[in-house]
C-alpha cells in the first residue's frame, strides 16, 4: 500500500518536472479531464505535453522498472547467483542485433526497430538455451552460454553498424541502445503493462517455488517443486518479459541487478512478498532516473540507460563490499 | 518383510559409468538404516535414487508399493524429506524461514502460514533444539547446528521418511553422537550414508554395505560387521569385538597395517 502510494506520487512528481513550465494544478487538471471528463481550461500544448508526452512516458518507466527488477530477481533466485540479471541470457544484445538489422541494414521489410528487437530478443534467448542444452544444462552452463551469446550478438550488432551505417542512424542506434523512454506513447504503455502485470502473475504464483531454490536444485525438488517445470516457465516467462521491455525502451542495464538486491534488504528474500516490493521499487526507481535523464541536462536528454548505470554500478560495488563482509 | 520404501534391482549410469549396479533393498517402518561404503561406493547417489531427485534407469523405488516415478513430486515430499551433505546460499536466511521452507510441500500459494504450518516449526525447532537460534542468520552457525538446522527443516516437512547423507561429516564426536542419537529417537524412518563403522554399530538398526555400486552385505550391525568383510571392503584389518557395544552390538577395533 505504501509503495503504491510512493509510486503514484512519483509518477505526478515526473509529471510536474519538464522544461514547460507545468504545475501540479495543471497537471491534475490534464489528468482529471481525461479521465473523469472534467472540463478545463488547459492550452491544447500543454494538455498534449501532459497527456501525450509525460504521462505516457512516467508510466513506461515505471513498467519497465518493475518488470526489469521482477525478471532481475526470479533469474538470480532461479540461478542462485546473486549477479544474474535479465541481460545475461543475450536478450539485449540479441534485441539490438535485431533493431539494427532492421533500422541500419533494411532488412525484414515491413518490421519496425520495437519488432526488430523483439525478434532478435527471442532468438538470442532460444540460441543460449540451445547452447546451454548441449553443454550439459546446468545453471553455470546458463550463464556461460549467455556470456558467449552476448559476445556473439554484440559483434554482429557492431559489423552491422560499422559496415553500412551513416553517421545519424549510428547515432540514433547507440542512443537506444543506452536505453531511451523517449518514444513512449498509449499504445506501448497499455502493450508492456499488460505483458507485466501477466508475467508479475506467474512469477508470483511460482514464489514458494522459489524460495524452494534457496539450497539449489536437488533441495527444491526434495520440497515437490518440479524444478524442470517451474525453470521452463519461469525463464520462458521472463524471456519474454525483457524482450517486450527491450524492444520498447531499449536495454536499460542495472535496474534488474541492483533493485532485486535492495528489495531483499527492505523484506527478506521470501518472494511472495520480495516479487511485488522488487516491482514496486524498480518502477519508482526507473521514474525517478528518467525524470532526471530528461531534465538534468535539458534540452539535451541522456539516455536512461546511462544514468542507471551511473547510480546502479555505485550501488552494485557497496553491495559486493557488503557480501564480502559476510563471509 | 517389505519394507514401505524398497529399491527393486535399481541401476543408475551418469557419464557413461555404472554407478549403482543392481540394488534391492527395504528399509522397514520406524527403523535407522545406515548405508555403509567406501568412497565412490553410490551412498549418495542411492540415496539420492531413494528419495526419488534421480531416475533410475533400471529397476524401480516403490514406496508403499508404487513406483516412485509415478507418483508426484509434492506428494513425495509430504513423504519423504532430504537432508543433503553439504548445502550453501547466498541469501541472509534465518533459521525460522530455513525450517519454514520444510512446510512448502504441505500448503498451497493462496493459503499463508496456517495454524498447523506454525505448530510444525515450532516443533521441528524443539526436537532438534534448535529454538534458541531461531531469529539467527543460517550462515553464522557452527557446521553442526547449521546441520541441525536442515535437519529441523526436514522434519517440518513431517516425514515418515528421512534420508541423510553423512551428516556426521566435519563433527566432533560429541556432536556425531548427538545427531545420531537425536535421528535414532525421532518417529520416523530413517536412512543414513556414513563413514564409521563404530557410530554405524551404536546408531543403526540395519546395515547395507555397497561396493562399486553393489550392495555386497545387509542385515543388523552384528550380522554385517566382520573381520572378513571389514577387509574386503575397506582392505583394512580389523578385530570385530562381537557384543562389545552391549545389546548385541558389535564394537570395532581397527588394527595397524
Redesign the interface.
Known amino acids: 500500500m505504501l509503495g503504491g502510494a510512493v509510486l503514484a506520487l512519483s509518477v505526478a512528481a515526473a509529471m510536474i518536472l519538464g522544461p514547460a513550465d507545468l504545475g501540479i494544478g495543471d497537471v491534475y487538471a490534464v489528468v482529471a479531464q481525461h479521465l473523469w471528463g472534467r472540463p478545463a481550461d488547459i492550452a491544447p500544448i500543454d494538455d498534449g505535453i501532459v497527456w501525450e508526452l509525460r504521462l505516457p512516458r512516467a508510466l513506461l518507466a515505471a513498467i519497465c522498472g518493475a518488470g526489469l527488477g521482477i525478471c532481475g530477481a526470479i533469474l538470480q533466485s532461479l540461478m ?3 549477479l544474474a540479471d535479465p541481460f545475461m541470457l543475450g536478450i539485449s544484445s540479441g534485441a539490438s542485433t535485431g533493431a539494427v538489422l532492421v533500422v541500419v541494414a533494411g532488412v525484414g521489410g515491413a518490421l519496425t526497430l520495437s519488432g526488430g528487437a523483439f525478434v532478435g530478443a527471442v532468438i538470442a534467448f532460444v540460441l543460449v538455451l540451445a547452447l546451454a542444452a548441449v553443454s550439459g544444462g546446468g545453471q553455470d552452463r546458463v550463464l556461460l552460454a549467455g556470456v558467449a551469446g552476448t559476445q556473439l550478438f554484440s559483434a554482429a550488432t557492431a559489423l552491422v553498424v560499422f559496415s553500412s551505417a551513416d553517421a545519424q542512424q549510428t547515432r540514433g542506434v547507440l542512443f537506444w541502445l543506452l536505453g531511451s523512454l523517449a518514444g513512449a506513447g498509449w499504445s506501448q504503455v497499455a502493450l508492456c503493462g499488460f505483458v507485466c502485470a501477466a508475467c508479475l502473475a506467474i512469477c508470483w ?1 511460482q ?3 522459489l ?2 531454490f ?3 536444485r ?2 527444491a ?6 524444478v524442470r517445470r517451474v525453470r521452463i516457465i519461469l525463464l520462458m516467462t521472463t524471456a519474454l518479459l525483457t524482450a517486450v521491455l527491450v524492444s520498447a525502451a531499449g536495454a536499460i542495464g542495472f535496474v534488474g541487478l541492483v533493485l532485486p538486491h535492495a528489495a ?1 534488504m527492505l523484506v ?3 518472494h511472495r512478498r520480495l516479487l511485488p516490493v522488487t516491482a514496486i521499487t524498480g518502477a519508482v526507481f526507473l521514474v525517478w532516473v528518467d525524470a532526471a535523464a530528461r531534465t538534468v541536462f535539458a534540452p539535451q536528454e541522456l539516455p536512461v540507460g546511462v544514468v542507471t548505470a551511473l547510480v546502479g554500478v555505485p550501488i552494485f560495488m557497496w553491495l559486493l563490499a557488503r557480501r564480502r563482509r ?1 563471509r | 518383510m517389505t519394507g514401505l520404501l524398497a529399491a527393486e534391482s535399481v541401476s543408475w549410469t551418469a557419464g557413461g559409468r555404472l554407478v549403482i549396479d543392481g540394488v534391492s533393498l527395504a528399509v522397514a517402518d520406524g527403523e535407522t538404516l545406515g548405508l555403509l561404503g567406501p568412497n565412490g561406493a553410490g551412498k549418495s547417489s542411492l540415496l ?1 535414487l531413494l ?3 534421480r531416475r533410475a534407469d533400471g529397476g524401480a523405488v516403490l514406496l508403499d508399493g508404487r513406483p516412485l516415478a509415478d507418483i508426484r ?6 513423504r ?3 537432508v ?1 551433505q553439504q ?7 534465518t533459521v525460522e ?2 525450517v519454514q ?2 512446510r ?2 504441505h ?1 498451497g ?1 493462496w493459503s499463508g502460514d496456517t495454524e498447523a504450518d506454525n505448530r510444525a516449526v515450532d516443533r521441528a525447532l524443539e526436537q532438534t533444539e534448535t529454538t534458541a537460534m531461531r531469529d539467527r542468520d543460517w ?1 553464522t552457525l557452527s557446521g553442526g547446528e547449521q546441520q541441525r538446522v536442515q535437519i529441523a527443516r526436514a522434519l517440518a ?1 513431517e516425514p515418515r521418511e528421512l534420508l541423510l547423507d553423512e551428516p556426521t561429516n566435519h563433527l566432533d564426536i560429541r556432536h556425531q553422537f548427538e545427531l545420531l542419537a537425536l535421528i535414532r529417537a525421532l518417529p520416523v524412518t530413517a536412512v543414513v550414508t556414513l563413514h564409521d563403522l563404530t557410530l554405524a554399530a551404536l546408531f543403526c538398526d540395519g546395515l547395507v554395505v555397497l561396493d562399486k555400486g553393489r550392495v555386497v552385505a545387509a542385515g543388523t550391525p552384528a550380522e554385517v560387521l566382520t573381520t572378513e568383510l571389514i577387509s574386503s571392503v575397506y582392505g583394512v584389518a580389523a578385530r570385530v569385538i562381537s557384543d562389545g557395544a552391549g545389546d548385541g552390538r558389535p564394537s570395532i577395533q581397527l588394527l595397524p597395517p
Open positions: 542462485r547467483n546473486p504464483l514464489s514458494d517455488a524460495d524452494a534457496a539450497f539449489g536437488d533441495a525438488a526434495a520440497l515437490g517443486v518440479s531483499r527478506g528474500p521470501s559476510i | 539420492r528419495a526419488g531427485l513430486r509434492r506428494v513425495v515430499a509430504q519423504i524429506a532430504v543433503e548445502v550453501s546460499t547466498d541469501l541472509d536466511l524461514q530455513i521452507l520444510g512448502i510441500p500448503r500459494i550462515r516437512q
